[in-house]
């Protein structure tokens, strides 16, 4: 089983609509983050969390959201998705040192 | 803002030939970290480095790390059509931040049969 796991792999969704991603760990690890990529501009984190209690903004968390339910649970949620929200979204962990550990993915498409 | 720069940002060679990826930054990283991503996938890790100057190999993939550890390189020796993805360097933020990555943009490499 895969280590991090991420709902839904591919969503579609209409300008407006609340939508949620979800990601799961096995790893014990305190450290969660979401990021997304889009081409030519590598990874850009939205939020991090290096434990329950603590949620932190990255560089463009500007009309996203995060909650973490638990330590292996880590949802993101767009209040109301634009079409520039089309990206690939990455949720990854990490430990005590500074390797990270990336779920598979969710394309999302935002018409 | 600590900025990564990749170059190049995309490659296609053919099998056999040797090719160097740059990673470079004004700024000082803690770590300096390769990643490599698959369509489809999310990018898994190949290599991380320390010590300005440290040199890892894996295979036929060279990593260097910068003697400022402002920098670093990966080269690849005799590619093969396996060699074929998505190419991320990343720098670990460090002291106060440690956890957190900065990625480049990211080197497409082909490589052709």
């Known amino acids: 089983d895969a280590d991090v796991t991420q709902t839904p792999r591919n969503r579609i969704t209409k300008t407006g609509k609340r939508i949620m991603l979800e990601c799961s760990q096995t790893k014990g690890h305190d450290r969660m983050y979401w990021y997304r990529q889009d081409p030519g501009l590598g990874l850009r984190l939205i939020y991090y969390s290096f434990d329950v209690k603590d949620i932190n903004k990255g560089e463009i968390s500007d009309g996203y959201s995060v909650s973490r339910q638990a330590q292996a649970k880590f949802s993101l949620s767009l209040e109301s998705a634009i079409p520039n929200q089309t990206a690939l979204y990455f949720c990854?962990?990490?430990?005590?040192?500074?390797?990270?550990?990336f779920g598979p993915g969710t394309r999302l498409l935002v018409l | 803002t600590q900025l990564l720069e990749q170059s190049p940002q995309f490659l296609s060679i053919q099998e056999g030939e040797n090719l160097t990826v740059y990673c470079n930054s004004s700024s000082v990283f803690s770590s300096l970290q390769w990643y490599r991503q698959e369509p489809g996938e999310g990018p898994v890790l190949l290599v991380t480095v320390v010590t300005g100057g440290e040199v890892k190999k894996l295979k036929r993939l060279t990593f260097q790390f910068g003697d400022a550890r402002k920098d670093s390189s990966l080269h690849i020796t005799a590619a093969q059509p396996g060699d074929t993805g998505l190419y991320l360097c990343a720098g670990g933020m460090g002291s106060g931040n440690t956890g957190k990555l900065i990625f480049g943009q990211g080197t497409t490499l082909q490589v052709k049969p």
């Open positions: 990854a962990t990490s430990g005590v040192g500074e390797t990270q550990y």
